[in-house]
């Protein structure tokens, strides 16, 4: 899930009067709102491969954006962000430290960038590298660096690792402390966006060969939103190649399976599997088996649909769903989201952090009088997924009501307290 108001773009230079030395490295500058905004331009590349770019609003969100279109001819910086309308228009000044001119998102707003140094920086202080998991498929790893065991931070889905690059740094005194942007979003490898290239064990497979890569022994992993996926996919099939799992609000269905909550997509691609098999299958046992596996789905389905009919008649029409529910993102995400498969059972020491309800100021639109129903709903489904986690024999589970769905964010200082916490249990047991 993205926060970001303002968006970000970037470059893909071209010469002849700016040239790609000129542009790469990093570039700041205040973006004069009525909250003035800090906004970092990141640019690599070169002439021959092509620049990339990403943009972060710092005191929106530390995350980094990729760059749409972009040009540059006669000193003259163009690119524009189409998720946002947003266009910028900027010269380039004779000794390529400043680039002075206006970002246009509705109103024009001066913007002018100033070349950065390590000194100057505003970002966090990292280290990136891409790594190889797959044939042509790489993944940007960041390292906060520190010293003691390591630590591994997983981004919710359309986030890239440097989501946590105010959150992570915390740890760097106790652990080392890693970053790994998925496949499809950022800087990372994007395959085609079918099932085999994006199911979850597939994404928790990556995160394997990075750890593997780097040498890391028994990471302790922490994921946020989509992220729970790949912690259930590795706890779940390796528990011995991690010392434990930290989930913020990212403990629902695609991290943990109850008939309890159900989940509605997983639900509805057993009923499916159970169908196919019924239509295609012979006459006999193959059909008998298949009836009654349809009997058993029906129900459940039945329920999660009735969930999700409550919900969506509390909303206005065409508004999104419930916090920490998919979000209409492109085909890599759509992906993601459609190759999540269950997972029931993790026997790694686990430390599951719930949003519960999550921040009303963030619901989806609806008349005012229904918001209480809607956050009773949201209440309840989220209270019945904290109660799978309490079953499994070695999780805690902490619930903060009224928090974001960025928990790390919303309630910072207390998130860090209980990882902490949870850390240095794992520490004195020998994990």
């Excluded at 891409?130 to 630590?151: C, F, H, K, N, R």
């Excluded at 359309?158 to 106790?174: E, L, R, Y």
């Amino acid at each position: 899930m993205l926060r970001f108001k303002l968006a970000l773009p970037l470059l893909l230079l071209s010469p002849p009067a700016v040239r790609a030395q000129d542009i790469v490295g990093q570039w700041q500058g205040t973006l004069h709102t009525p909250a003035p905004l800090r906004i970092v331009l990141k640019v690599t590349g070169d002439d021959a491969a092509g620049l990339r770019a990403s943009l972060v609003s710092l005191d929106q969100d530390p995350d980094h954006l990729p760059v749409t279109s972009i040009s540059a001819a006669d000193g003259i910086l163009r690119f524009s962000v189409g998720m946002l309308q947003g266009t910028y228009q900027g010269k380039v000044n004779a000794d390529g430290t400043r680039i002075d001119g206006t970002w246009n998102q509705g109103m024009a707003l001066h913007l002018e960038f100033q070349r950065a140094t390590e000194q100057t920086s505003w970002l966090a202080k990292s280290t990136t590298q891409s790594v190889t998991v797959a044939p042509d498929v790489s993944l940007e790893v960041i390292d906060w660096g520190g010293s003691g065991p390591p630590m591994v931070f997983l981004a919710g889905l359309g986030n890239t690792a440097h989501i946590f690059d105010t959150f992570a740094p915390k740890f760097t005194a106790t652990h080392h402390v890693y970053g790994i942007t998925r496949r499809g979003f950022g800087a990372s490898s994007s395959p085609p966006p079918n099932g085999s290239n994006y199911s979850a064990d597939q994404l928790g497979d990556d995160v394997l060969k990075v750890i593997d890569a780097l040498g890391l022994k028994r990471p302790v992993l922490v994921g946020h939103s989509i992220a729970g996926e790949e912690l259930s996919s590795i706890g779940s099939r390796y528990p011995d190649k991690i010392a434990g799992l930290i989930y913020l609000d990212a403990g629902y269905g695609y991290a943990l399976y109850s008939p309890d909550p159900g989940d509605t997509r997983l639900d509805a691609q057993e009923l499916q599997r159970a169908l196919s098999t019924f239509l295609s299958g012979a006459v006999g046992t193959d059909q008998k088996n298949a009836i009654e596996q349809l009997l058993a789905a029906l129900p459940q389905l039945r329920r999660d649909l009735e969930a999700d009919q409550r919900e969506i008649n509390l909303m206005s029409p065409h508004s999104p769903r419930r916090p920490g529910s998919e979000p209409p993102f492109d085909a890599a995400a759509k992906a993601i989201i459609t190759g999540e498969q269950k997972y029931t059972n993790i026997e790694v020491p686990i430390l599951a952090i719930f949003a519960s309800p999550h921040d009303p100021a963030h619901l989806p639109p609806m008349p005012a009088g229904k918001k209480s129903e809607f956050i009773a709903l949201d209440q309840a489904k989220t209270a019945a997924q904290a109660r799978a986690f309490g079953k499994l024999k070695s999780a805690r589970v902490v619930i903060h009501p009224n928090a974001d769905h960025y928990v790390f964010f919303s309630n910072e200082q207390e998130v860090e307290k209980e990882m902490t916490d949870f850390l240095g249990t794992l520490k004195a047991e020998g994990n």
